[in-house]
């Protein structure tokens, strides 16, 4: 594979197998075909939907409740717990 | 100067040589290392972390668990309790961790055999460890205290495997030389991890949560990036063959000893014509057999021991044959369907594109721990001389030894 | 517990990070991210991990999903790994080379600790180490297929214990890989389920605070091996707890003593709250052939059997009659 040919080699790369590049460089968010959108007048700030996110895209910044769309893959958790239904999925244009 | 039988000797350079953590479970010959180690513990005379693991794969997993947290680790085992840590083998050096493992050498089953050959070894020395043969008590001490020094060099960060016979060695009582508790202690010191730079910071390569950053050790390899990998693996095994030797000779400076130059040694080469090629404790009996020669008026024959098997020494071997017109491969593992023994291969591999090309014969002797004696190394030399007078190659391996 | 305290947990980003390539709407990431809110203290603690989803997930070369220092090395001996790891820090504490033990906390999937890494986790305990073992039971060998294991239901489907004209899916149940901890004798064992999140991190936090082996086991619903739709894996998680097919309980070393969770002991003070085994079975494909072409009474029956046969097991472990 050509790509593969571009990637650092072996003189360039950590010895042991040591991982030298963060997940969150990794954008999961891609994955998704329908995202959550929050009603921020419904909301409640409860945080349900931050205890249950797999992916750790509910961002609680003290004040309200944001969908981290980089990495929420869409799996619609969060808008089926959400006590006051505050989450609609919204399929990707 | 201690009465020790070889397990004894381990034992006592484990103790002396500042070891943090230890898991082992025992093995038929191995036992006496496990068992004089606990007895040092529960004295107080080492001050190591000692736990008795369920099972051999447990215990090199224990091992690999400590060695990346950053501690000097060490464990023992024989024959199927190294074959039942194969997988984590690979593991180990994978992870770069200087683990050092006595092996006992003794026969892999089936049927279930207790005593020596080197087929339990000869059967890991794809694991990327370095493998170093002691041909005695005395040797397997100071192999054992070197080896911490060896694995742990920050150009190498391999694991290292120490093999003595069992029974023959393991279970015999020689005169060692023990160094002095300070000596051995200055010579080992402590572990010191090596660094490595990553997202931007030079951190200990250790499990250690006070690392600046935190490294996550093991993880999974797609075809992209395996291979390099396993180069930089190759790259550490080609490196420790200068760090074998200066560690060798630095230890012949503190100890008086020395085994050749640390990968083969040899014996009455000077006028030899014919070379017999061997490992372990045979080598001693190949040893009195030329002194016997030489007795006779007969001095053609010399020995080529080989300590260090990995690294393989495929640059020392050509010179040290220069002159020799046969040589005789002993190999105390069988390889089967292979044209010969593991040693016969490498030594053949080695001396192919070189300018030295004696006859070269293969022998497969003492599996499962049958006697290899004067008369029948004798009988391979006869033989060997027959080779050669006879101008054409043998082209047939021999088992010494075996009943038809 | 006071230190559950949402507002002020939310507002830090997991120590298993975003950007891991786990299924979405996969338990294991829920779970995981509950236990690491629940470590006491994020700068001195170490993670082990067995081979499987969660571990692979987290880890493709070149990135890494973990904030804190982790360490993978084979399928079955997480605990083995974890057992060195404790070792080696009271080592390099007694040198001074580290502060503190850090926490130690090992994630194995049903495969690599109920079957092949049983042996590995049994030998830790009775060893005494110190360390939390947190079991995320996706119920089968998820990560190579969806292969049945030893903690596969009865009657389940998975790719190797197929449903056919002769054979219904798995014909054994699962193994009671919790009593079996439990039953070493010495350790701090508690079940828990995602859905009861309050539960889960108390238990977890307990776990990493008891001084002696810990072992959570706690159920992992998995969409893609269940057959159910990505955004129900809390609500199967909670029918798992309310149809007593996973109760939740505890077991205290100290007392030698079992102790229902209030979840589960809601229901064994008031049986009225137990709903019907179905309710669980009917939200997942891998046990659709229970219904459909035709419902399968009899094996329904065999399973609440099961499930009723177990739940009366444990009432009396923990002295409720």
Redesign the interface.
Known sequence: MSEDLAKPGWKQIPIAGVPFKKATEYHTGDWRTFKPVIDQSKCTKCLTCWIFCPDDSIVWDGNTVQVDYRYCKGCGICAEMCPVKAITMVKEE | MLALNGDEAVAYAVKQSNV??I?AFPITPQTIIVEKLSEYVANGEL???Y?????E???I???????????R?FTATSANGLALMH??LY?VS???LPVVMAIVNRALSGPINIHTDHGDSMAERDACWIQIYCEDAQEAYDTVIQAFRIGENHKV?LPVMVMLDGFLISHTTQNVDVLEDEKVSNFVK?RIPAE????GKKVP???????EV????????????YF??K??QE??MEKSREVIRKVHDEYAKISGRSYGNGFIETYNMDSAEYAFICLSSTAGTVKSLIDKLISKGDDKLGLVRIRTFRPFPYEELPKALEGVKGVAVLDRSGAFGAMGGPVYNEVRSALYDSDVHPFINGYIYGLGGRDMTMEMLKSIYDDLVETVKSGKPKRKIEFVGVRE | MSWINLRELAKKRSLFTSGHRLCAGCAAGIIGRLVMHSVPDPKHVVVVHATGCWEVAGTIFPYTAWAVPWIHNAFENAAATASGVELAFKALKDKGVVKKVPDIIVFGGDGGTVDIGLQSLSGAIERGHNFLYVLYDNNAYMNTGIQRSGATPRYAWTTTSQVGKVIPGKLEARKPIANIIAAHGNAYVATASPAYWRDLMEKARKGIEYKGPAFIHAISPCCRGWRFPPNMTIRVAKLAVETCAFPLWEYDPETREYKLSPPSLAIAKNPKLKKPIEEYLKLQGRFAHLFKPEKREDLIARIQEDVDKEWNQLLELCGIT
């Open positions: 943090d953590v898991a001050k190591a972390y736990a008795c693991a369920e099972s794969h447990s215990a997993s224990m091992i690999v668990g400590a060695s990346a947290a950053g501690a680790t997988e984590i593991i994978s992870l770069r960060l402590h490595i730079e990553v997202f390569l250790t499990l250690n949560p006070e690392n935190p490294l996550t050790f093991g993880p999974l390899d797609l075809w992209d990036y390099e990998h180069r930089q790259d550490a």
